[in-house]
């Protein structure tokens, strides 16, 4: 049974960082794309950043590159997400999800509950 855990979120200053995690199971962590899709009060889903290829690539979009990062545990099964420099656009729910191959399509089979975000002073 697959399941994806995050954690890691909570109400930040603006300028500030977190690290969100993502603790998955159920499947062999390595061998799957994983992403952070975030959804902001009133708006869609974004994605915010992608790993795929055993973790060999990763991206990004415009709005967080160089302030995001995304990095893996494989021994730990877990995801992470680095952000720093937040501001109160970074506000949202964030969610883990993982693609159903090891590539980055953004064709998710699974998503995590979501860890919310909050930048504000």
């Known amino acids: 049974q697959v399941q994806l855990v995050e954690s890691g979120g909570g109400l930040v200053q603006p300028g500030g960082s977190l690290r969100l995690s993502c603790a998955a199971s159920?499947?062999?962590?390595?061998?799957?794309?994983m992403s952070w899709v975030r959804q902001a009060p009133g708006k869609g889903l974004e994605w915010v950043s992608a790993?795929?290829?055993?973790?060999?690539?990763?991206a990004y979009p415009d709005s967080v590159k160089g302030r995001f990062t995304i990095f893996s545990d494989n021994a730990k099964n877990t995801l992470y997400l680095q952000m720093n420099n937040l501001s109160a656009e970074d506000t949202a729910v964030y969610y883990c999800a993982k693609e159903g191959s090891r590539w980055f399509e953004t064709s998710y089979d699974y998503w995590g509950q979501g860890t919310q975000v909050t930048v504000s002073s």
């Open positions: 790993t795929w290829d055993n973790g060999g690539r990763t």
């Open positions: 159920g499947f062999t962590f390595s061998n799957y794309g």
